[in-house]
């Protein structure tokens, strides 16, 4: 009965490759996030979607591309990774596409590129 | 741009004790909430504050808004060893982003 899940819990890759994490939300929300989290903590969000649709677009690399085939899902692909992406990545879903509301958090995603 | 600021960055405490901790932010917000980390987990929401409210409770929280210092402080009385955890500020602005501020770092000793 997971709410918010994410695959995989760790991910150790070389520089260059290319790599995804998945997220799902099981609580009928209809806006999904992603954040990175700094080694000091710091939480900034990435991307959103309300219903498959793209919502916010932070200054990210074109690297990183984020995918929603539905709204219970959205997926995060990263090409060529490079040393600076090392950080946790989280998952969010809240209901209403403001941003203001309750979010809901999955476990992380901890990426560490060598 | 951070929104938010928190101070202290680190608080350690005795189980029993209060703990206070503060967020500063610089931009007209919606709400305000705060949300919980504990270590290599998520975070876990636990009290959302909106503009015109100046203070909620929610069991051993106490949370307080004052819109014209733009701050906020979140109370948590008669710690306990599991309350060691970050705790996160998080701004909104209507229609906008959540933002979340540099955290808080509860330790609370047995």
């Known amino acids: 009965d997971t709410a918010v899940s994410q695959t995989p819990k760790y991910l150790v890759t070389q520089m260059g490759n290319d790599k995804s994490i998945k997220c799902e939300q099981n609580l009928g929300h209809d806006t999904m996030y992603w954040y990175k989290q700094d080694s000091k903590k710091f939480l900034k969000i990435m991307f959103s979607?309300?219903?498959?649709?793209?919502?916010i677009n932070e200054t990210v690399p074109n690297r990183f591309s984020p995918k929603s085939p539905d709204k219970a899902h959205l997926n995060l692909h990263i090409n060529s990774l490079e040393l600076g992406d090392s950080a946790v990545y989280f998952c969010?879903?809240?209901?209403?596409?403001?941003?203001?509301?309750?979010?809901?958090f999955g476990p992380g995603t901890r990426l560490t590129v060598l | 741009s951070q929104q938010g600021e928190e101070d202290p960055q680190a608080l350690s405490i005795q189980e029993g004790e209060n703990a206070t901790m503060n967020c500063s932010y610089k931009?007209?917000?919606?709400?305000l909430q705060w949300y919980r980390q504990n270590s290599g987990r998520g975070l876990v929401h636990l009290i959302l504050i909106r503009s015109n409210e100046r203070e909620k409770h929610s069991g051993r929280l106490r949370v307080t808004l004052d819109t014209s210092k733009k701050s906020s402080s979140l109370l948590i009385t008669a710690s306990r060893a599991a309350d060691t955890a970050s705790y996160f500020c998080a701004t909104s602005s209507l229609g906008g982003k959540l933002i979340f501020g540099q955290g808080t770092e509860l330790s609370v000793k047995p």
């Open positions: 979607y309300n219903n498959k649709e793209l919502i």
């Open positions: 931009t007209s917000i919606n709400n």
């Open positions: 969010a879903s809240s209901q209403g596409k403001g941003g203001g509301n309750e979010q809901f």
